[in-house]
């Protein structure tokens, strides 16, 4: 098992930035690959951004492209996710996952936090 907590939403106004960050215990964090989706309202979960297990590898959806960077710090079991740029279409909550396969696209592991709320609103 492994438990993940995000943490570092809230409320920023639009061309702001946050950190979410989200930290892993429980089975060995550099065997996962870390990813982070979100779910607005009324809208399915879709993927944001993902990393693999050494960091080495990174991949994005094409709407946070150039804003958002993901990053993970093995020896603190911690993921984060830069967000520069903020829209309002960022607007959303966003979940950490892991997963024990890294694939291109990525797809979500078995493993989620309880998400963590971001707003971008004036």
């Known amino acids: 098992q492994v438990q993940l907590v995000e943490s570092g939403g809230g409320l920023v106004q639009p061309g702001g930035s946050l950190r979410l960050s989200c930290a892993a215990s429980?089975?060995?964090?550099?065997?996962?690959?870390m990813g982070w989706f979100r779910q607005a309202p009324g809208k399915e979960r879709e993927f944001v951004a993902a990393i693999s297990w050494s960091g080495g590898s990174t991949y994005y959806a094409d709407s946070v492209k150039g804003r958002f960077a993901i990053s993970r710090g093995n020896a603190k079991n911690t993921v984060y996710l830069q967000m520069n740029s903020l829209k309002s279409e960022d607007t959303a909550v966003y979940y950490c996952n892991a997963a024990l396969r890294w694939t291109v696209p990525p797809t979500p592991g078995n493993y989620w936090g309880q998400g963590t709320q971001v707003t971008v609103s004036s």
């Open positions: 429980g089975r060995t964090f550099s065997n996962y690959a």
